[in-house]
């Protein structure tokens, strides 16, 4: 069985920061790519980004240069750093991750995800 947890989502002000993290955890030999999605109300679930586990990044257009995806493969855990926030990123992030489990099983895994909403 394999765990995907986010935290770190909230309110904050136009213009504010905020970090989340994405926890994996149980039975885990290798956790390939991973990613961050959201969903914003009335909107299609979009890939926010995502990060190999070499560390390569890509990021959809109207984030570029705002938030930061990272990983600590020590840690089977992900982060995503959100600066400059508008009202447009409010939204349910996801996690999403691909994982080679102990069971030799390549499977893909989501979390329940954290609400950021950006509101004055």
């Known amino acids: 069985q394999v765990n995907v947890v986010e935290s770190g989502g909230g309110l904050v002000q136009p213009g504010g920061s905020l970090k989340l993290s994405c926890e994996v955890s149980?039975?885990?030999?290798?956790?390939?790519?991973m990613a961050w999605h959201r969903e914003a109300p009335g909107k299609q679930l979009e890939m926010v980004a995502s990060?190999?586990?070499?560390?390569?990044?890509n990021y959809t257009d109207a984030v570029k240069g705002r938030f930061t995806i990272s990983r600590d493969n020590a840690k089977n855990t992900m982060y995503l750093e959100m600066n400059s926030l508008r009202p447009e990123d409010t939204a349910v992030y996801y996690c999403?991750?691909?994982?080679?489990?102990?069971?030799?099983?390549?499977?893909?895994?989501w979390g329940q995800g954290t609400q950021v909403t950006v509101s004055s």
């Open positions: 999403y991750a691909r994982v080679y489990t102990i069971h030799v099983v390549i499977g893909d895994y």
């Open positions: 149980g039975s885990i030999d290798t956790i390939f790519n």
């Open positions: 990060i190999t586990r070499s560390g390569t990044t």
